[in-house]
């Protein structure tokens, strides 16, 4: 067997074998994304619930000003929070959320704003230490299957830098699961609270309500569960959207693989038959010889 030709039998095994973890991977993300788009759309009816309360009880005390529902006079400082994947190979996954991210800080220097990053996801973490950028705090480990008690850690650190004065905004950058074929990266600002409106039957009694406590406490204790819960939202956005990245890129890969391994066959069938045109050419040569040392 010809050089070669064992080279090109090489690289069809060694595709053959990262097919064969592309499809496994491909498989299993594939699985997971159920699990994440159930959960994604579990947490959706709390969180409409809680905005309705929110929108209720900030319309009774629209007069007291709370400080998370109120914008500062001077706003210089805003903190981002970014949400990426702690593993790789999620195809333009991360380059999507980071590029985002890019555009909100252009906007925010525009307004005269420094940004300060919170980043979630290793990736995140590497591609800022990697272009030297400095990072307030950061969270890993927990891209993929996000609990409550991750997103309660981060809304604390960041509330607690809103209520210190160390910064005057929080924005959301992540990427929003819109379904298994589509993710868009967005941008959304937490605090000063913007309370997204919430669908309400047109027809049939408007429901009143009276307060028990005062509105304001209300509000202190409804203000932060209401942006852990959209932090929440936002890493399980991101892990059912970093898995169906995932499952795109392992089934590019797998369709290139099947597809380098036909021509790598065709490359070595060609080989083969070369070597069997050069077998019987020397074979041929040499009975000729043998003929004519006999014709002698």
Do not use: C
């Not at 868009?184 to 309370?195: C, E, G, I, S, W």
């Amino acid at each position: 067997m010809g050089a070669k030709l064992r080279t090109v039998r090489r690289r069809i095994r060694s595709v053959q074998s990262t097919m064969k973890i592309t499809r496994a991977m491909e498989l299993i993300a594939a699985s997971r994304i159920l699990k994440a788009q159930q959960r994604v759309e579990q947490a959706r009816p709390f969180a409409e619930r809680l905005t309705a309360a929110i929108s209720d009880v900030a319309a009774a005390a629209s007069a007291l000003g709370h400080p998370m529902l109120v914008e500062r006079p001077d706003r210089r400082v805003a903190a981002v929070f970014l949400v990426t994947s702690d593993r790789g190979l999620a195809g333009g996954y991360n380059a999507n959320v980071l590029k985002r991210a890019e555009e909100l800080f252009s906007l925010l220097r525009d307004e005269g704003k420094e940004a300060k990053v919170f980043v979630a996801g290793r990736k995140g973490v590497s591609s800022f230490r990697f272009r030297g950028r400095p990072v307030e705090e950061s969270w890993t480990g927990f891209s993929e299957t996000p609990t409550y008690d991750d997103a309660k850690r981060i809304a604390d650190a960041l509330i607690d830098r809103y209520v210190s004065g160390e910064v005057d905004e929080i924005h959301g950058v992540f990427m929003d699961f819109v379904s298994p074929l589509r993710q868009t990266a967005v941008a959304r600002r937490f605090v000063p609270l913007v309370v997204e409106a919430v669908e309400r039957p047109v027809e049939g009694p408007v429901t009143q309500y009276e307060f028990e406590p005062e509105p304001e406490a209300l509000l202190d204790a409804l203000l932060p569960r209401y942006v852990e819960t959209r932090v929440f939202s936002a890493l399980l956005e991101s892990a059912a959207a970093e898995h169906a990245a995932r499952r795109r890129a392992m089934s590019a890969a797998t369709e290139n693989a099947e597809e380098l391994i036909k021509v790598l066959t065709r490359v070595a069938n060609q080989a083969r038959q070369t070597e069997i045109t050069t077998e019987i050419m020397e074979i041929v040569g040499g009975a000729e010889a043998l003929r004519q040392a006999a014709g002698e």
